[in-house]
Structures are given as C-alpha cells and as structure tokens.
C-alpha cells in the first residue's frame, strides 16, 4: 500500500510541478516530487495513529502497515534486494523468539519485508523519544533497550515477556549492537537476551544475514543484496533445560554453521 500511495503521489506531483516550474530545473522538481512523495505516505500514515494506537499489536492490518512501509523503505530509499530461504520453517502460530547476527541497519527492514507473521523489534530507548515515531513504536509492544541502564532493560522484560505469550513474534540482535560488517561470524552474544525466551517459554527461531553489509555506505546510488537464511525451529523442549549462556552458543553456533 505505501509503495502504491508514494508512486502514484511522486507521479501526480511530478506533473503538478511540471506546470508552474521551469523546464530547465526538471532535475530539480523531480527529487522534489519524489521527497513529497513519502511526505504523503507519512502524512496518511499518522492520519491512522489513533486507529492504530487502539489495535492489538497482533493486528493482521497493523502489521500489513509496518509491512508495507518496509518495502517502501527498502526498495526506494535504502534500495535493498532481499533474498530469503527457510520461510517453510516459520510456524503458523505459537510463541516465537527470533534471535539473529546484526550487520546493518537494513537489517530490521529486510526481515520485516519477508516475515510472514506480524512480529515486532527491540529499538534502543533513544528511538522511544522521537515524537510520534516514539508512539507509533509502543503501539507494536517494541521492547526497548537501554543500553546504559541494564535494569531499566531487565525491568522491561516482563512485559516483553507477556507480548510473546500472546504470540506476537519479538526479533532480538543478542550482539547488541552492529559488529564488525565483512567479519561472517559471530564471536559473543549477550546472554541476557536468552532469557526472553526462557522466561516466555518460546519456540526460538534463529535467522542469518549474510551479503553485502556497507548499505549505510552505499544508499542510495548503489543497491545492496542481502540474503536471509532461516533455520528450523529450536523448540523449547530443548532449551528449557538449558541455562541463558548455553542458549547463546546453541545459537551462535547455527548462525557461525555454514
């Protein structure tokens, strides 16, 4: 849907502008037809706020929003090709606990692209404030890291806790932050992180991204591919008996699996 509204807007204000600008500035009122472009896509997205603010976050609609503007995202600011294999391995229903490598910023975008159920993310705390972004975020029971104030994060747990019991897919990056970009392994995860899915009593679904990670160097004049590999499900039979730290290698050791 904000793919449709941003191509049908950028064409509509490209001849708008055509009229009453001069010929010889066309460069110009075509990277301003195409900045009013996602101005109208916000614009129409806000307008929905307090529907959405009112919807449960595992809202079928809810989700197809955050959906649809990951693909306007990915395809026209960022210009991100995502390759995926594993979706076959994606439950239907259940608790589920993604824990995946970070690489990019891209990274939550791609997999929201591809992810076939409605899921949510754990932005820094920083994010929170931003206006209207800050709100928008809550009303998908993101759970927010502080990375300066663990307590603050292990507090918040709980209610990410309640928000995978009601089966709404939480992605978590357990490194905690971007790690070297062109290095394919990964070295240490915060076991901290695990304890969310402990504490759930979720399924755990491991995703790797490999490919080009530079898409912050890149964007936009060069596209980037990226490739997400799926794994099966590690149910919670298995790791229930496990402690956060064996958790942790359990998974590095799937992602580090060529």
């Known amino acids: 849907m904000a793919t449709l509204i941003f191509l049908i807007s950028w064409f509509g204000y490209v001849i708008l502008l055509s009229i009453y600008v001069n010929i010889y500035l066309i460069p110009l009122w075509i990277i301003l037809s195409y900045a009013l472009g996602f101005m109208t896509v916000l614009v129409l997205y806000l307008i929905q ?40 391995y994606v439950p239907k229903e259940g608790r589920l606990v ?16 591809v ?5 949510t993310f754990t932005p820094k705390k920083s994010v929170m404030k931003i206006p209207l972004v800050g709100r928008w975020l809550k009303s998908y029971d993101v759970f927010p890291i502080d990375r300066n104030n663990p307590r603050a994060t292990f507090e918040s747990m709980e209610t990410a806790v309640d928000t995978v019991k009601k089966e709404l897919v939480i992605s978590v990056f357990p490194e905690g932050t971007i790690k070297y970009r062109k290095d394919p392994y990964v070295t240490e995860m915060k076991s901290g992180a695990f304890k969310l899915a402990l504490k759930a009593e979720s399924d755990i679904l491991v995703v790797r991204f490999d490919g080009n990670e530079l898409t912050k160097n890149r964007t ?9 590999t799926i794994f099966p499900v590690i149910p919670f039979e298995k790791i229930k008996v496990l402690s956060s730290h064996e958790v942790a290698k359990l998974v590095m050791d799937t992602i580090n699996n060529k």
Do not use: C, W
């Open 49 to 88: 706020l307090p529907v959405i603010i009112r919807l449960p976050s595992t809202n079928q609609y809810k989700f197809y929003l955050m959906k649809s503007m990951a693909v306007l995202v990915n395809h026209f600011v960022i210009r991100l090709s995502v390759k995926v294999t594993g979706l076959e």
């Open 98 to 113: 993604i824990y995946a490598n970070h690489k990019s910023y891209s990274d939550g975008f791609a997999l929201l692209e």
């Open 115 to 119: 992810f076939p159920r409605p899921m």
């Open 220 to 228: 936009p004049f060069r596209s980037t591919r990226r490739k997400l």
